[in-house]
């Protein structure tokens, strides 16, 4: 079987006990030890083809990993073949043009570098070490989305292999129904091997600014925050934090940091925070910040809501939670903007009238904290139910089919299992937020989260 596999590749297969076997299966949740029989290192687009056909010929579980920043570890197929696209990672930036070339291994940081060089940008994640094609699939929110739109939204054409192994491009004139299911519609249709994206003029500065206050605050300053928010300019994207500590309100700022100024002097009227920053910095280090330095150690999970308004009665939920040393914090980050320009029957990305996204996060390094840490987050996330209006595909869980329901609406979800039996009938590419097809049941990993 490996010998057949490696004398029809340009890149490596990597078996258990290979040296990199391990380095390669480990992902950003510290709970993910699923041990592939295979990995294909893959060095070109053929090797993607030729490992998705040779998985489908040996009916081997097929998993794709880019960044590993699936919190589930739909990238690592227990038993299966993990195709691993890192090495694919090439940026490429006409500036003249604004557009950029990335292929389907490449991180956020690699295509933010490229872009700033000539000043330019496309709405990318918060943290640099995610994967442009975990992100991007399942629609891309950033600090640029409420003035350039999701990271769907600039993405011209797609180049990917499909579950027959071919080749297939996709844009608003090729193949323009699978265009539209590509731009939010996660990984179901086939691996991604190509993005090409719509830059935009964004400068290379920003400003971050964080007020903290005590917790006895948080619910009036949560809701002055949220009102503040929701007339904000686009350039500014406020978020806003709680954890058993303190509150966090805030906002980031891309372009001239002065300008982004003035929208402090209405935050802080909002109270007397017991500490504030307020930073200048370049996008790029923007990008960076968020990112994890403990890098894979750290178990982790998470439950997250769409709202479409924010009233004051979810924020005292919020807020309200018992203080428990296993209860997570929670964040809130507005859209509005340029993701409510596009309409919303324009791609498989919904909740396009989404003002808040939540996420109840948790992180924490003892196994024998798992089952109570992931019950306390869902516990929590649960009191918010009747408040929500959706959820972020790229912030599921574990929640199977229901939470595929509530990323997309009914119709839309139809239109998206008609696309499923045309590209994978017999769906192959499984792992992940799954659509499946009409004549196939919902299909899971043969390991259960976090073992």
């Not at 195709?83 to 003249?96: E, G, K, Q, W, Y």
């Amino acid at each position: 079987m490996y010998t057949e596999l490696q004398a029809r590749l340009e890149g490596q297969v990597l078996r258990p006990g290979d040296v990199g076997y391990d380095q390669t299966r480990s992902v950003w949740n510290a709970m993910i030890d699923h041990h592939p029989r295979l990995i294909v290192r893959c060095a070109s687009v053929g090797d993607v083809a030729t490992a998705v056909r040779y998985a489908r010929d040996h009916d081997l579980e097929i998993g794709v990993r880019c960044g590993g920043h699936n919190i589930t570890g739909h990238a690592v197929p227990d038993g299966g073949l993990m195709i691993d696209l890192t090495a694919l990672n090439r940026v490429r930036v006409d500036p003249s043009r604004r557009r950029a070339w990335i292929q389907g291994g490449a991180l956020l940081g690699s295509l933010d570098r490229a872009t700033q060089a000539y000043g330019l940008a496309t709405t990318a994640g918060n943290v640099s070490h995610t994967g442009v094609g975990g992100l991007t699939l399942g629609g891309g929110m950033g600090w640029l989305a409420r003035q350039h739109g999701l990271a769907c939204d600039n993405v011209v054409s797609y180049e990917l292999i499909t579950a027959a192994g071919e080749l297939v491009r996709a844009s608003a004139t090729e193949n323009p129904d699978l265009y539209w299911g590509l731009r939010g519609g996660g990984g179901n249709f086939g691996i991604v091997t190509q993005f090409e994206f719509r830059l935009h003029p964004t400068g290379t500065r920003a400003l971050s600014v964080a007020l903290d206050f005590p917790l006895e605050d948080a619910v009036r300053v949560l809701r002055g925050w949220r009102d503040l928010s929701l007339a904000a300019p686009r350039p500014a994207t406020f978020e806003a934090s709680v954890n058993a500590e303190r509150a966090r309100v805030g906002y980031v700022w891309v372009g001239d940091p002065q300008q982004g100024r003035r929208l402090l002097a209405p935050l802080r009227a909002l109270g007397r925070p017991v500490s504030t920053e307020i930073t200048e910095l370049s996008y790029l280090e923007l990008q960076t910040r968020d990112d994890s330095p403990q890098g894979h150690a750290l178990r982790r999970y998470w439950k997250g809501h769409y709202f479409s308004h924010l009233d004051d009665a979810a924020i005292s939920t919020m807020v309200s939670h018992p203080a428990d040393d296993l209860q997570p914090g929670f964040s809130l980050q507005a859209y509005g903007g340029a993701i409510a320009d596009v309409p919303d029957d324009d791609s498989a990305f919904s909740h396009r009238g989404t003002a808040f996204e939540f996420v109840a996060a948790a992180r924490w390094s003892d196994p024998d904290q798992d089952r109570a840490r992931i019950d306390a987050a869902s516990t929590f996330a649960a009191r918010l139910d009747g408040f929500a209006s959706g959820a972020y595909v790229n912030a599921l869980t574990d929640e199977g089919a229901a939470g595929v329901r509530r990323a997309y609406p009914t119709a839309k979800l139809a239109r998206l299992v008609a696309l499923k039996d045309t590209f994978d009938p017999d769906n192959a590419f499984h792992l992940n937020h799954n659509i499946a097809p009409s004549q196939q049941p919902v299909l899971v990993s043969t390991k259960s989260f976090g073992h």
